[in-house]
């Protein structure tokens, strides 16, 4: 179970206390994603993720940043997705206070230095080129551009290298303060901590929280018109992201949309896995999986396969999403998929830092937040009806999108495997 509270400032404070742990997990999340962005700051939401580890008042370096934290043992970290931003520090449970310590310097006072800024600038070019040299990784951003188009769901976090090198001093400190605000903020503790130590931990260090939420995302109309984007790239695999639109998180059809992912190739006794890896060796790695964001969703499947049998896998997973919509799925697949992600669920909230990122999304995000109960009962109010229904409705040929990577990937190649 979980706790909520509301500071004066209107920070929202979540509790997830944890029996038999002896850890703590202080995670801020911020509704400051990159679909906020637009085209002239594409990418100050991830560099600006770096930039609150370079020093506040009292941690006035990245060493005594990283010093304070190692020293006890801790970890920490950021991230910085399309919707939301998170910063968290784990510790054991004496150090919670250092936790806070930590965080809330970060964030409350964070002046980036634009000495800072200029080493990280290089920093972040190497992890964009990192991301471009691994046809895993730019399959993925090459999907997202394909299906959602010139918007900033289809623009990859990291941006573009002109933002890049050219954001300033004033430029971090005004996106932070439009969209670091107590009312755009979630602080979320769980681990071997009480609501009434939460609260105090809360009101000490983040209760000076300020700013706004100064600006709203650009929602979604409509999916790109493009169904391919190839890549020709010379590599020993072709890397292939292969899918269709789907369904948004706040969609009635949500927990549906994961049953179907789960059972199109969600582990290793999916069909995508069996019919392709297992039954005819047609690659090494294989998954479907959804991506669902507030207002547009995408059901894919990656692989990377032998660069000779790629025609040969390409049909083999269309068949599969034919013969799932015209077909539909078997009532115990779906009995088995459930079980599946409730177990997958219940291991990794076993973890502080996994449950309070569980809760503090949602709390961000949606307009209800779902204890582990209530999210179980979602799952199991999921019929074999309303799975067959979805995947009737997305698993189209002409719904299809296709990204590939590799040697073979030719202007003109795979037209025909994309028509109805």
């Given at each position: 179970?979980?706790?909520?509270?509301?500071?004066?400032?209107?920070?929202?404070?979540?509790?997830?206390?944890?029996?038999?742990?002896?850890?703590?997990?202080?995670?801020?999340?911020?509704?400051?994603?990159?679909?906020?962005e637009i085209q002239s700051e594409r990418g100050i939401s991830h560099f600006l993720e770096h930039m609150f580890f370079k020093g506040g008042k009292k941690y006035k370096t990245t060493q005594e940043v990283s010093a304070a934290i190692d020293g006890v043992g801790g970890d920490f970290n950021a991230f910085t997705g399309k919707e939301y931003a998170g910063y968290y520090v784990k510790?054991?449970?004496?150090?919670?206070?250092?936790?806070?310590?930590?965080?809330?310097?970060?964030?409350?006072?964070?002046?980036?230095?634009?000495?800072?800024?200029?080493?990280?600038?290089?920093?972040?070019?190497?992890?964009?080129?990192?991301?471009?040299?691994?046809?895993?990784?730019?399959?993925?951003?090459?999907?997202?551009?394909?299906?959602?188009?010139?918007?900033?769901?289809?623009?990859?976090?990291?941006?573009?290298?002109?933002?890049?090198?050219?954001?300033?001093?004033?430029?971090?400190?005004?996106?932070?303060?439009?969209?670091?605000?107590?009312?755009?903020?979630?602080?979320?503790?769980?681990?071997?901590?009480?609501?009434?130590?939460?609260?105090?931990?809360?009101?000490?260090?983040?209760?000076?929280?300020?700013?706004?939420?100064?600006?709203?995302?650009?929602?979604?109309?409509?999916?790109?018109?493009?169904?391919?984007?190839?890549?020709?790239?010379?590599?020993?695999?072709?890397?292939?992201?292969?899918?269709?639109?789907?369904?948004?998180?706040?969609?009635?059809?949500?927990?549906?949309?994961?049953?179907?992912?789960?059972?199109?190739?969600?582990?290793?006794?999916?069909?995508?896995?069996?019919?392709?890896?297992?039954?005819?060796?047609?690659?090494?790695?294989?998954?479907?999986?959804?991506?669902?964001?507030?207002?547009?969703?995408?059901?894919?499947?990656?692989?990377?396969?032998?660069?000779?049998?790629?025609?040969?896998?390409?049909?083999?997973?269309?068949?599969?999403?034919?013969?799932?919509?015209?077909?539909?799925?078997?009532?115990?697949?779906?009995?088995?998929?459930?079980?599946?992600?409730?177990?997958?669920?219940?291991?990794?909230?076993?973890?502080?830092?996994?449950?309070?990122?569980?809760?503090?999304?949602?709390?961000?995000?949606?307009?209800?937040?779902?204890?582990?109960?209530?999210?179980?009962?979602?799952?199991?109010?999921?019929?074999?009806?309303?799975?067959?229904?979805?995947?009737?409705?997305?698993?189209?040929?002409?719904?299809?999108?296709?990204?590939?990577?590799?040697?073979?990937?030719?202007?003109?190649?795979?037209?025909?495997?994309?028509?109805?």
């Amino acid at each position: 179970m979980y706790s909520l509270s509301t500071l004066p400032s209107g920070l929202r404070v979540l509790t997830a206390p944890v029996e038999g742990t002896q850890s703590v997990t202080v995670m801020v999340f911020a509704g400051a994603g990159s679909r906020y962005e637009i085209q002239s700051e594409r990418g100050i939401s991830h560099f600006l993720e770096h930039m609150f580890f370079k020093g506040g008042k009292k941690y006035k370096t990245t060493q005594e940043v990283s010093a304070a934290i190692d020293g006890v043992g801790g970890d920490f970290n950021a991230f910085t997705g399309k919707e939301y931003a998170g910063y968290y520090v784990k510790v054991s449970a004496e150090e919670t206070r250092l936790a806070c310590d930590v965080l809330s310097d970060m964030l409350l006072h964070a002046y980036f230095p634009p000495e800072e800024i200029d080493k990280e600038r290089g920093v972040i070019m190497e992890e964009e080129r990192m991301y471009q040299d691994t046809p895993m990784y730019r399959a993925g951003w090459d999907f997202e551009e394909l299906l959602f188009g010139d918007h900033p769901l289809g623009w990859d976090t990291i941006g573009t290298e002109e933002v890049i090198r050219s954001v300033t001093q004033a430029d971090f400190q005004k996106h932070k303060d439009d969209l670091y605000g107590p009312h755009n903020c979630v602080l979320a503790f769980s681990g071997k901590i009480t609501e009434a130590e939460a609260m105090k931990l809360a009101t000490e260090y983040f209760g000076a929280l300020s700013g706004g939420k100064d600006r709203k995302f650009q929602k979604l109309e409509k999916y790109g018109d493009k169904k391919m984007l190839l890549r020709k790239k010379n590599t020993e695999q072709a890397h292939l992201v292969f899918g269709v639109p789907a369904v948004s998180s706040l969609d009635a059809n949500h927990f549906v949309h994961k049953m179907l992912a789960v059972i199109l190739g969600g582990n290793m006794s999916s069909r995508m896995f069996l019919k392709i890896r297992e039954a005819r060796g047609l690659c090494y790695y294989i998954s479907t999986e959804t991506d669902s964001y507030l207002d547009a969703g995408a059901l894919t499947t990656r692989a990377g396969v032998d660069q000779s049998r790629l025609d040969e896998a390409l049909k083999a997973i269309k068949h599969e999403y034919l013969l799932c919509a015209e077909k539909g799925v078997e009532q115990d697949e779906l009995i088995r998929a459930k079980a599946f992600m409730k177990g997958k669920i219940t291991l990794s909230l076993e973890d502080s830092e996994e449950l309070a990122h569980f809760y503090g999304k949602q709390l961000l995000l949606y307009p209800h937040v779902r204890d582990i109960p209530d999210y179980f009962k979602a799952i199991d109010n999921v019929t074999k009806d309303q799975v067959d229904a979805l995947a009737k409705k997305l698993l189209r040929p002409e719904e299809l999108r296709l990204v590939v990577i590799g040697k073979d990937a030719e202007e003109g190649k795979f037209e025909e495997l994309m028509k109805g």
